[in-house]
């Protein structure tokens, strides 16, 4: 059964740093496209990056909201995607959602809060 696990949601000061790590679990992990979403209560789910693998070349694209501020990355060796959020602000306060998608399915984690408040 395929499972996205995320981690390093919390509470952090406007102006801070957060690294989020998902890990999946039972797919071919490196012909998948690896996304982050984030949900906040009363709004549509919104982008934030994806990132996929062609070859030995990862292209990463972003929402013009986080771009210049947070950065995606991926290790195929450990079947997991990061999100490495810089400058945090107020409005990036959400629910941070992994997916994974490719012509064989797609997949979502659980979610992990990201609260930034001073």
């Known amino acids: 059964q395929v499972q996205l696990v995320e981690s390093g949601g919390g509470l952090v000061q406007p102006g801070g740093s957060l690294r989020l790590s998902c890990t999946a679990s039972d797919i071919i992990f490196s012909i998948y496209t690896m996304g982050w979403y984030r949900q906040v209560p009363g709004k549509q789910r919104e982008l934030v990056a994806t990132?996929?693998?062609?070859?030995?070349?990862?292209?990463?694209n972003y929402a013009d909201s986080v771009k210049g501020r947070f950065t995606i990355s991926r290790d195929n060796a450990k079947n997991t995607v990061y999100l490495q959020m810089n400058s945090l602000k107020p409005e990036d306060t959400a629910v941070y959602v992994c997916?994974?998608?490719?012509?064989?399915?797609?997949?979502w984690g659980q979610g992990t809060q990201v609260t930034v408040s001073s």
């Open positions: 990132i996929t693998t062609s070859g030995s070349t990862n292209y990463a």
């Open positions: 997916n994974a998608r490719s012509t064989m399915g797609e997949f």
